[in-house]
């Protein structure tokens, strides 16, 4: 089962998170997110728990568990929507991809 670990301060790495979560059992992998550019944590992860039940005790207890002075946020990670691909999908003046956001320019907002 795959969890969502929001609310990271950016000074958490993936080893402070899985000893956070080995707490609850088994860890098969943990992923911080982080910037393209600069590197730093976005300030979100995931962490994926084989066990279903070990996974959602990890949900339940972990809630709001402080990590390098942060309250944690844990949810069950969920797909996106229609398989992926993202939101935007579509807009921009038909550029026929996707829509990346941000970065400024080009595209008509609606």
């Known amino acids: ?17 899985k000893q956070a979560f080995e ?3 088994q860890v098969e992998s943990v992923n911080i997110i982080k910037d393209r550019i600069s590197g730093e944590s976005r300030g979100f992860g995931f962490v994926e ?3 279903k039940d070990e996974a959602a ?3 339940e207890e972990a809630q ?3 990590i390098k002075g942060r309250s944690i946020r844990v ?8 398989g992926g691909g993202g939101g ?3 807009r921009g003046g038909g550029r026929g991809g996707f829509d990346r956001g941000g ?5 008509r907002r609606w």
Not at 2 to 16: C, I, K, P, Q, T
Not at 103 to 107: E, I, R, T, W
Request: overall charge negative; glycine content about 24%; aromatic content about 4%.
């Open 49 to 51: 728990m084989p066990s």
């Open 75 to 82: 949810a069950e990670a969920n797909s996106r929507p229609g």
């Open 1 to 17: 089962m795959n969890l969502y670990v929001g609310n990271l301060a950016r000074e958490v790495s993936e080893d402070d998170l």
């Open 64 to 66: 709001g568990l402080d």
């Open 103 to 107: 970065g400024g320019g080009g595209g």
């Open 88 to 90: 935007g999908r579509g």
């Open 23 to 25: 707490a609850f059992g």
């Open 57 to 59: 005790k990890a949900m």
